[in-house]
């Protein structure tokens, strides 16, 4: 099918916002994703202390879980509730500091150092700011972005990966004439063009 009447559709920040302030987060999952699980191996190949980025990583509970393997994980969310409630959930200590290079921006980081929220824009992070990824989750980002911002979120992850990187994707399957989204229809074709 086509991308129907979702491609002019535009989410705001304070929509998002919203949502989880409202508790209406029901892409939030509470066992962490069964694909994830299943395809572990192929986003770790083989290698130990990776470092993984979780675009709009929500209170994601699948990043303790690799940061529990010996990881090293990265997200990046606008919700701060979003943030603190992941610290909180998993009794994680953590501490708070600004971005210097993000006006309004903070990174939340366990105690531990191994799990580094960005409390901001995804656009305003770039690999100065967060270094490169050996790994990618993206479970619920690409679906999330506005169809017009695709390539463009597109690029900033391709930006933000390491030569041998390895990004999993999930992405939802349906009539996008019947859904207005989010989570928006990607087609395979469109993630081919975008990702190559």
């Not at 770790?44 to 699948?62: D, M, Q, T, Y």
């Not at 990174?107 to 191994?114: D, E, L, R, W, Y």
């Not at 900033?156 to 992405?171: P, Q």
Request: glycine share 8%.
């Amino acid at each position: 099918p086509d991308v129907g009447s979702q491609k002019e559709r535009v989410v705001t920040e304070e929509e998002w916002l919203q949502k989880w302030e409202m508790g209406n987060i029901g892409f939030h999952k509470e066992q962490g994703h069964p694909l994830l699980q299943k395809y572990v191996d192929v986003l770790l190949n083989g290698r130990s202390g990776l470092k993984i980025f979780f675009p709009l990583c929500g209170k994601a509970v699948e990043m303790k879980w690799l940061a529990d393997m010996g990881h090293s994980v990265v997200g990046v969310e606008i919700s701060e509730q979003a943030v603190k409630e992941f610290f909180s959930e998993h009794s994680l200590p953590y501490c708070e500091e600004p971005v210097p290079e993000i006006s309004g921006a903070k990174m939340f980081q366990s105690t531990s150092g191994n799990i580094s929220l960005y409390c901001c824009s995804i656009y305003d992070l770039s690999s100065s700011i967060v270094g490169k990824f050996d790994g990618v989750w993206d479970r619920g980002a690409l679906v999330a972005v506005n169809p017009s911002d695709r390539q463009r979120y597109a690029s900033l992850m391709i930006n933000l990966m390491e030569k041998k990187s390895s990004y999993l994707l999930v992405t939802v399957s349906y009539d996008p004439n019947k859904h207005k989204g989010p989570p928006f229809y990607v087609p395979e074709s469109e993630i081919k063009s975008l990702f190559g």
